[in-house]
């Protein structure tokens, strides 16, 4: 067996940031204390850069086996891998001061975040559901390690105990699945699994129940409801610098799984599945629009947020068709590109004694801070779906690909929570430009290079628009060219 006939290229992003974590770990037991931090850094920056390089130049449409069959290098895989690397940047640079000032930048905590990049982008490119289990488990490894870091915290120690039962729960709901359905197929190839699946009855009773416990595993994986109750917690326990990775890079890797596991595993008995999404779609955009209103914690406000979104973003895949899939991706793209921004918001604001979690720490941010105000207006709207930004765009596309399949019923619902919810994505707005500044401000705390990122992260929402056809052309071309 040669290196050639691995076909190791294809598989570079993810050795190029395993090598830079292990130098990472090694250069820490040299470097003197006060260098540690900042070299560990740049170290992972770098190695970043060099993923995102490596994924962009290995860019084809068309679909090709490596590793003896374990992963596959196709078009989709690079673009979500060049998105988990683009946002992974985002999240170290954004909270590089905050972790700093909380003695959480340690090499222990970088080295983290990039293997738990390494685990979404395997989870990215799987071919094989073990292959598919071992990168998600990777990926919630360092993710319990993340938020349980502080450990002087009780609320982050809280968090993760929380996290880790229910997410081991979760993974053996989805391992026993994924067993079932080898017990059907006789084999673990995704390929071979869905030739082998179409020759089933679609009232096969074992194959239901692997669907269900599939499903459920996934859904737990994405926080929809009703396995949602780990998200709001779990998100206000953890530290900031960790709620933004959790909020960000994971969601691209959870559309990864469930393309990997419902759509090119078992898209042909939809008929399974579709009205279990349905289901769950509704009651996520509704509940998480609901709840997220009594919020005065912003970080339990947004994770709320999240799960309704998470909701927009399965009426795309229940569609069943490749414009719903692609929609789905282009909306998981820009609903972590927002979502990265304004944890940055948050970020920004807290100070090395301070929080800026409740919703009184934005009064009068616009006669304080009246850009940052600015910037979180821009992501506000985005993210209640106003036009003209990006996030319109995005729930425009879902709901385009329900209707198109005669579920107007689901998009009219939809649009009715969605109404709902932007009240509380407004409030913040109201909060910034109509109350009076508190007397004790949080003050700006951030590195020097952090506005400028955030204002072009935050200004894209609006600025890029007329480019939009670029992403939605790309979005359904490697769709397409994924599922033949």
Same mark, same amino acid.
């Given at each position: 067996m040669t290196l050639a006939s691995l076909n190791v290229g294809s598989v570079?992003?993810?050795i190029i940031l395993?090598?830079?974590?292990?130098?990472v770990l090694l %250069?820490? @037991?040299y470097l003197p204390l006060a260098l540690k931090a900042r070299v560990s850094f740049f170290l992972c920056v770098g190695g970043l850069f060099a993923?995102?390089?490596?994924?962009v130049e290995g860019y084809d449409l068309s679909s090709e086996f490596a590793m003896n069959g374990l992963v596959v290098n196709d078009g989709i895989g690079d673009v979500m891998k060049t998105a988990v690397c683009g946002l992974v940047l985002l999240t170290f640079c954004y909270s590089r001061r905050y972790a700093a000032d909380r003695e959480l930048l340690r090499s222990e905590y970088l080295v983290l975040g990039l293997f738990g990049a390494v685990g979404m982008m395997v989870m990215v490119s799987a071919a094989h559901l073990v292959?598919?289990? %071992?990168? @998600?488990?990777l990926l919630s490894l360092c993710l319990y390690g993340m938020v349980a870091f502080r450990r002087d915290a009780l609320p982050a120690t809280e968090a993760a105990m929380k996290f880790f039962i229910l997410g081991a729960l979760a993974s053996g709901v989805l391992l026993y699945g994924m067993s079932l359905l080898?017990?059907?197929?006789?084999?673990?190839q995704?390929?071979?699994?869905r030739a082998a699946i179409t020759e089933l009855p679609s009232t096969d009773k074992t194959l239901a129940v692997a669907v269900v416990f599939v499903i459920a595993g996934l859904m737990f994986k994405i926080g929809a409801v009703p396995f949602h109750m780990w998200v709001p917690d779990v998100y206000e326990g953890a530290p900031t610098s960790t709620t933004i990775y959790l909020a960000s890079a994971p969601k691209i890797a959870g559309f990864a799984i469930i393309f990997r596991l419902l759509v090119e595993t078992m898209g042909d008995v939809g008929i399974l599945w579709q009205d279990i999404l349905t289901l769950v779609a509704l009651l996520s955009i509704g509940l998480g629009n609901v709840v997220a209103i009594a919020q005065q914690n912003i970080k339990r406000m947004l994770a709320y947020s999240g799960i309704s979104h998470m909701g927009f973003f399965l009426l795309g895949i229940l569609s069943g068709t490749a414009d719903g899939y692609a929609a789905s991706l282009a909306y998981i793209l820009i609903y972590a590109l927002i979502t990265v921004a304004t944890f940055a918001v948050v970020l920004s604001l807290s100070g090395p004694n301070h929080e800026a979690e409740h919703l009184s720490d934005y009064k009068g941010l616009g006669r304080v801070h009246p850009w940052l105000a600015f910037l979180m207006l821009l992501l506000m709207v985005s993210l209640a779906g106003i036009p003209p930004t990006l996030g319109f765009f995005a729930k425009l596309v879902v709901l385009q690909a329900v209707i198109d399949v005669g579920l107007i019923w689901v998009a009219v619902g939809a649009v009715l929570f969605s109404v709902i919810g932007a009240f509380y994505y407004l409030r913040i707005v109201k909060l910034m430009y109509f109350d009076a500044p508190a007397d004790n401000s949080p003050m700006l705390n951030v590195d020097k290079v952090v506005p400028v990122i955030l204002s072009v992260n935050a200004l894209a929402m609006v600025l890029v628009m007329p480019w939009l056809g670029l992403l939605a052309d790309l979005c359904q071309d490697v769709v397409r060219s994924a599922i033949g």
């Open positions: 570079a992003p993810e395993s090598f830079v974590a292990c130098v %250069v820490d @037991l993923a995102i390089v490596a994924c292959t598919l289990y %071992v990168g @998600l488990e080898y017990g059907l197929t006789g084999s673990l995704i390929s071979e699994v």
